[in-house]
């Protein structure tokens, strides 16, 4: 039983046909036990990169390959982290199964991996350029939640414009121990740094200056 329906698979191959300009690589940590999401999130993306010659997908085990999952920063699964066209991390990745309405944020991720188009406004990306030091953004969210999507999209598009950013999708329910360290009460909820809280999916105008401000609260 496939997990992306007929139609729906129709839809994103012409999409990914009209879009996708550059190769997209997919990483997949995963694990045979004690992971209750891995295998549906396994056949998602499989199924994913099926849909066009530009993607492609590689699928590690969290334990057996735990160099690869600590180069790139993996410390839980489901995990899986885009390269950008250089096989370099884009600094998106995924925790916990993609599903419901984040679907579509993985398929955004994959199309700004493969189009290079940065859809952000021009005074953040100036403040982008201002940044040294490392970036963490982690947006929780629920399969179920219709704003999450905006909150994941706008913090890895963040990332994929600068280097010293990461964003991470952090389904809430498959890591109960960070929601409750964050102090997750409803979705979505980004962290920023440790220390700086947004509520809701905010517009960029809202979020960069939480940003800034966990860059200010750390020095």
Same mark, same amino acid.
């Given at each position: 039983?496939? %997990?992306?329906?007929?139609?729906? &698979?129709? =839809?994103?191959? @012409?999409?990914?046909?009209?879009?996708?300009?550059?190769?997209?690589? /997919?990483?997949?940590?995963?694990?045979?036990?004690?992971?209750?999401?891995?295998?549906?999130?396994?056949?998602?993306? @499989?199924?994913?990169?099926?849909?066009?010659?530009?993607?492609?997908?590689?699928?590690?085990?969290?334990?057996?390959?735990?160099?690869?999952?600590?180069?790139?920063?993996?410390?839980? /699964?489901?995990?899986?982290?885009?390269?950008?066209?250089?096989?370099?991390?884009?600094?998106?990745?995924?925790?916990?199964?993609?599903?419901?309405?984040?679907?579509?944020?993985? %398929?955004?991720?994959?199309?700004?991996?493969?189009?290079?188009?940065?859809?952000?406004?021009?005074?953040?990306?100036?403040? =982008?350029?201002?940044?040294? @030091?490392?970036?963490?953004?982690?947006?929780?969210?629920?399969?179920?939640?219709?704003?999450?999507? &905006?909150?994941?999209?706008?913090?890895?598009? %963040?990332?994929?414009?600068?280097?010293?950013?990461?964003?991470?999708?952090?389904?809430?329910?498959?890591?109960?121990?960070?929601?409750?360290?964050?102090?997750? +009460?409803?979705?979505?909820?980004?962290?920023?740094?440790?220390?700086?809280?947004?509520?809701?999916?905010?517009?960029?105008? +809202?979020?960069?200056?939480?940003?800034?401000?966990?860059?200010?609260?750390?020095?």
């Amino acid at each position: 039983m496939t %997990l992306i329906p007929d139609e729906e &698979r129709r =839809l994103i191959t @012409e999409d990914f046909e009209a879009e996708l300009s550059r190769p997209v690589k /997919i990483l997949m940590f995963t694990q045979e036990f004690e992971c209750e999401f891995c295998k549906q999130t396994r056949q998602l993306v @499989e199924e994913l990169s099926e849909l066009s010659d530009n993607v492609t997908l590689e699928v590690y085990d969290f334990i057996a390959d735990e160099d690869v999952a600590a180069k790139y920063n993996v410390d839980k /699964i489901p995990a899986i982290v885009i390269l950008d066209e250089e096989g370099q991390d884009a600094g998106i990745h995924f925790y916990g199964i993609p599903s419901g309405y984040e679907f579509a944020s993985l %398929l955004e991720a994959v199309k700004l991996a493969g189009t290079d188009k940065v859809q952000l406004s021009d005074d953040t990306l100036e403040q =982008l350029e201002t940044i040294q @030091e490392p970036v963490h953004i982690q947006v929780f969210v629920t399969p179920t939640c219709p704003y999450c999507p &905006r909150a994941v999209v706008l913090g890895h598009q %963040l990332a994929y414009a600068s280097s010293w950013v990461r964003a991470d999708m952090v389904e809430a329910t498959e890591f109960p121990h960070l929601s409750q360290k964050y102090s997750v +009460m409803g979705v979505p909820r980004t962290v920023i740094n440790e220390d700086t809280h947004v509520e809701g999916a905010v517009p960029e105008e +809202m979020l960069m200056p939480k940003l800034m401000q966990a860059l200010s609260n750390g020095r």
